[in-house]
């Protein structure tokens, strides 16, 4: 499964971005899959997560409430809408494909990455 993440920019404090993450094949439609991010300095870590059926979603606190996270099988997309935009969300920010069906946020539990797609949120 080969992913591409875009929608990355430079926006102010308060503003939105939508991210986008095409995947090559639809294998990801019965897979969870997440986003994760990655500051200058720190660790990749986890923003959400969304099961196969795209019923189930899951939030770190840190973007609870700002950012939303979606999925289309059929076009094989994965979508997050973050609003709200703080320059403390600015980040490399990366799509994953899950091995297991249900989502999870720990790092290992996903097998295939997208490139990073820069976010860059000034004050």
């Known amino acids: 499964v080969q992913l591409q993440a875009f929608g990355g920019g430079l926006v102010q404090a308060g503003g939105s971005l939508r991210l986008s993450c095409a995947a090559s094949r639809r294998t990801a439609s019965n897979n969870a899959m997440g986003w994760f991010r990655q500051a200058p300095g720190k660790e990749r870590e986890f923003v959400a997560g969304?099961?196969?059926?795209?019923?189930?979603?899951y939030y770190a606190d840190s973007v609870k409430g700002r950012f939303t996270i979606s999925r289309d099988n059929a076009k094989g997309t994965l979508t997050l809408q973050m609003n709200s935009l703080k320059p403390e969300d600015t980040a490399d920010y990366y799509c994953?494909?899950?091995?297991?069906?249900?989502?999870?946020?720990?790092?290992?539990?996903?097998?295939?990455w997208g490139q990073g797609t820069e976010v860059t949120v000034s004050s």
């Open positions: 994953a494909v899950s091995r297991y069906s249900v989502s999870s946020s720990r790092l290992e539990d996903y097998q295939y």
């Open positions: 969304i099961a196969w059926r795209g019923g189930n979603t």
